[in-house]
């Protein structure tokens, strides 16, 4: 069992930066590819981001690469999303989730996931 805090959502002007984290609890954290994802009001879950455990490769949608990155730190159980040039098309809330198996097919879905967080609001103002 993994459970999963995310934090450091706000309201933040068009063109700003910021920098969301996941914070994990339970089983050991440094066995868990992780993801994030985001979903905006009347739209479906979609993916942003991931790692694998070892942190050495990174994955991204199409709309946000180049100006979000995703990292983790295992030591300090956290993940992280970093992000610049944010636009209004940015705003929603942004998960963060835990999958045992991952693949480059299946890290776009949310179904490949086993653990979510509650989620941190994005909010982007134009």
């Known amino acids: 069992q993994v459970q999963l805090v995310e934090s450091g959502g706000g309201l933040v002007q068009a063109g700003g930066s910021l920098t969301v984290s996941c914070a994990a609890s339970g089983r050991t954290f440094s066995d868990y590819p992780m993801g994030w994802f985001r979903q905006a009001p009347g739209k479906e879950r979609e993916f942003v981001a991931a790692i694998p455990w070892s942190g050495d490769d990174t994955y991204y949608a199409e709309s946000v690469k180049g100006r979000f990155t995703i990292s983790r730190d295992n030591a300090k159980r956290t993940v992280y999303l970093q992000m610049r040039s944010l636009g209004p098309e940015d705003t929603a809330v942004y998960y963060c989730?835990?999958?045992?198996?991952?693949?480059?097919?299946?890290?776009?879905?949310?179904?490949?996931?086993?653990?979510w967080g509650q989620g941190t609001q994005v909010t982007v103002s134009s």
């Open positions: 989730a835990a999958a045992t198996i991952l693949t480059r097919a299946t890290m776009i879905s949310p179904s490949a996931y086993r653990y």
